[in-house]
């Protein structure tokens, strides 16, 4: 896969640091095959934005969307922004909460998320109507019982475990919580992925396929 626009990611959380946590050896392995990755968080504030800017220098993150709201200000009125979001990046993929994460603001980011990549994708409402091929569901606190696929994150786990670092203040005030979980978490997936270390990811289709929607009808399915 080439760094093109047609086979970027976007990675959109809730919070910063979610990015990191959820899935920062992921971000770190593709930026060094060559893909492009963009980040766009829902919340943010001057602290903690700065410490998204420096977690994602780490990770290698090409376009950084900020936000300046509170934590729990994440409702169905984002969708429009997490559009305009995808419209811009255009990603073959996106990486984003799962909706079974105890965390409500995760949950209701899967959900604003599920219903962004279909109007993104909507020729009727957009020019540049653009259709995610995926969505990847990663986990945060809440283990998903059931993932679809592990990635392999061997080499890129210090520059993840550095990035979740850079989210000084979550990490002080948490008691370097964030840290150990992500160590363990990581090697757990990684003893069940054959290897040293992983992220699990469920992934979740694209719900709606009709004709307003752009590249649903195929020829065929191999």
Not at 15 to 31: K, L, N, Q, W
Not at 194 to 219: M, Q, W
Request: proline share 3%; glycine share 6%; hydrophobic share 35%.
């Amino acid at each position: 896969m080439s760094g093109s626009e047609e086979g970027s990611i976007l990675v959109i959380v809730a919070h910063p640091d979610d990015e990191s946590i959820g899935a920062g050896g992921t971000i770190r392995r593709h930026v060094e095959k060559g893909v492009s990755v963009d980040v766009h968080c829902m919340t943010g504030n001057e602290e903690r934005n700065e410490e998204l800017k420096a977690a994602c220098g780490i990770l290698g993150v090409r376009n950084l969307y900020l936000s300046e709201r509170g934590d729990f200000a994440i409702n169905e009125e984002l969708t429009n922004e997490v559009v305009g979001a995808i419209l811009k990046s255009r990603p073959k993929i996106i990486i984003t909460h799962h909706p079974s994460d105890y965390n409500r603001n995760h949950q209701q980011c899967a959900l604003i998320v599920s219903q962004a990549v279909e109007w993104a994708s909507h020729t009727t409402i957009f020019e540049d109507a653009h259709r995610v091929d995926r969505i990847y569901n990663m986990e945060i606190n809440t283990m998903i019982s059931r993932p679809n696929v592990h990635v392999d994150i061997t080499a890129s786990y210090p520059a993840a475990l550095a990035a979740i670092k850079k989210h000084k203040s979550q990490v002080k005030k948490a008691d370097s919580f964030y840290v150990q979980l992500y160590d363990a978490r990581t090697r757990l997936r990684g003893v069940q992925a054959k290897c040293k270390r992983a992220e699990a990811f469920a992934i979740t289709l694209p719900e709606h396929a009709g004709p307003f929607y752009e590249k649903n009808s195929v020829d065929w399915l191999i």
